[in-house]
Every structure is written in C-alpha cells, then in structure tokens.
C-alpha cells in the first residue's frame, strides 16, 4: 500500500476527521503507520479515544478501499493531496486543511484568483438575477467563481461564470458518486468539461448530511480571497460561510436588498457589522487591489489580471493602432458586433480599457 492509498483509506473512516488524522500523522510519521499501528498505540494519542482507535485498526472490515480506487479511475476523477502541486494552496495555509480532494474536471493555478458568491437556497428573482451578473462580472475578469453548487444563489453563481466562459469551483457537501441536489448534475457536467472543477473532501459515494455542507463551507472560506453574500435570511449556511472568512480575515461583501424582505435580512446584518455594500462585481473588482495576493504572485493590480486571450489581444492591438470607435475596433479585427461590444465589457471589467464620450474607448 502506498502512503498515498493509505490516507485514502483514513479518509473514508467514519468519525476520524482531518485534525486527528493530523495528529496521528504527527505521532507515527506516516498514514500507512497509522493503519498498521496497535489499538493501544493509536488510542494513546492525544484527543484519540479507544473508540476511534478501534475504527483505524479495523478499517479493511469498515471500506473497500480497492472498488473505491477503480471507481475513481472509471469515472475520470482525481485524488489531489496536499503532496500534490494541484491541491489549492489557499487550502494548505488554512487552520483545517482537507486531506485530500476528489476532484471532476481541472483545477488550474488561476484558481488562486477566487471570490466566493453564496446565498440561500430560496430565492427571489432580484437575487438570482444578481448572483448571475456578479458572477458573469467577476469570471469575465478572470476570477474564479467559487460556491457550492446548492440550490438558489449557488447555482446561479455557477451559472453566470459559465455564461461568461470564466473559470468556477463548485465545493460539494457529499461524496462526487452523490452530487448534491441531483438536478444540478447537467451544470455539474458543464463545469467539469472545461470551466472549472467539481470538488468534495468526502468519499465517493458519501451522502449529504447537516454534518457535511458546514465542513464544505469552511473550505469555500478557505479557498477564496473574498467571500460575496448575494441574498439571505438571517439564520443561513452562507452567513456561516462569511463568518469563516472573516475569522480568517478575508474581506466581507454584502448586496442590499429591500429593507422589508426577510430574504436580505442577513445581507443587512452583515452591512451593519462591516461587510462592504457592493452593487456590481465592479465594486469588488475596484477592491482587488488592497486584498493580500497570494504566493507567487508580485506586483500590483495588475499582477492579478489573467493574460489575455487571443480574441482580446486582437482588441488592444487595434486600441492601441489608434482604433477607439467600435466601428474602427469592427474593421480592424472582422470580429462581430457582439464579440466586439463583449471583449470590450470584459476588458473594462478587467480594468485595462475605458468608455470615453461619445462611445469612445481607450486603453488604460
């Protein structure tokens, strides 16, 4: 058994956790020393009871580690740990990192570069509306959206970062073999097949549970380098989630909404605590400037902007060949008007162009 294999298998235990995996890591030095070791052994680590020592040492009668292995590689989905390159280095800072993650699709090293948009599950059109034009806004800027995939803000989140082709992370609540609702699996299969990731912490085939979605939430926090509150009551898993990121110090957005709607009333409370009023992902993007960036990256803003895309370099080249009219931009790229008009909003998102009077555009 690789070391690999064997944090796996500690993984799927019932009632062991990434912490007390970390102990025990401490103790005995590796997850396969930790699966061989003697119940008395295990159980004289510190915050290790008999119980829990008694579920390690029997862990090959508790799962079948083989069939959830073969299940990983017919499925086409990863196992990232924290020995991997890929896993989110955000996470690896954190207080309570996962072990590991199951991951459908492709995490890049542009996910650094993440704000998280969450909200309840009940919504009101106001609010759907509003976490997809976030969403487009930010993705457009080369952000990536993160969020949970649940019913309501979540999926409208996803779906305005895939509207825009941009770049979202949905962290679920249940095992990858189980996504959570099961009507969102047609976006979870247009995330993964080419706009981001789907992520879990659990086991393949773990259901959803009032246990899981707060451990999925602290990894949302976790991941982002901010964390937008679109539209809640006042009792919500979202205000968990931006209560995390403000422990972690990460800054806290909040959209108002009507003052006599319950569905705004945890936007509000947040607004009255601190969190910063916004009313457009400009508003965030504007921000981008004073958050903490990540390792790796140096510089200012501009630092955090992705590279341009081929069809967005054909748009500055021609800005900065003296086109500042669509009319000129649509002679010298052959682009369509709607191509034109949406790198042109993408690009003022971005912050690298302008609108000027009289329908000019420039280079910022």
Known sequence: MTSRDALIALNMLPKIGPVRVRRLMDSFG????????????????????????????????????????????????????????????????????????????ELKDVDRHAIAIVGSRKTTHYG???????????????????????RGIDTHAHEGAVAAKGRTIAVIGSGLGQVYPPENMALAEKIASGNGAIVSEFPLNMPPSKKTFPMRNRIVAAWSQAVVVVECPEWSGALI???LAGEMGKPIYAVPGQIDRPSS????????????????GNDILDDISVL????????????????????EQ?????????ASLVDELLHATTLSLSEINAMLLKLEIQGRVQQLPGSRFTLK
């Open 128 to 150: 759907t509306q509003t976490a997809r034009q976030f969403a487009f806004q930010l993705a457009s800027s080369g952000m990536t959206v993160v969020s949970g995939l649940a």
């Open 30 to 105: 590796s997850a396969e020393a930790i699966l061989s070791a003697a119940v008395h052994e295990i159980s004289g680590v510190r915050g290790i009871g008999p119980e829990t020592a008694e579920i390690i040492r029997s862990w090959e009668e508790r799962i079948d580690l083989t069939t959830e292995l073969r299940e990983v590689e017919e499925r086409g989905l990863k196992i990232v740990t924290q020995d991997d390159a890929d896993y989110p280095e955000a996470l690896r800072q954190s207080y309570d990192p996962p072990l590991l993650l199951y991951v459908w699709g």
């Open 292 to 311: 903490p960036l990540q390792e790796g990256v140096q510089g200012d803003e501009a630092a955090l902007r992705p590279p341009l895309g081929p069809v």
């Open 265 to 280: 009333a945890g936007c509000h409370a947040l607004i009255r605590e601190g969190a910063a009023l916004v009313t457009s």
């Open 241 to 243: 989630t931006a209560n």
């Open 314 to 322: 054909m748009v500055v080249d021609a800005m900065e060949n003296g």
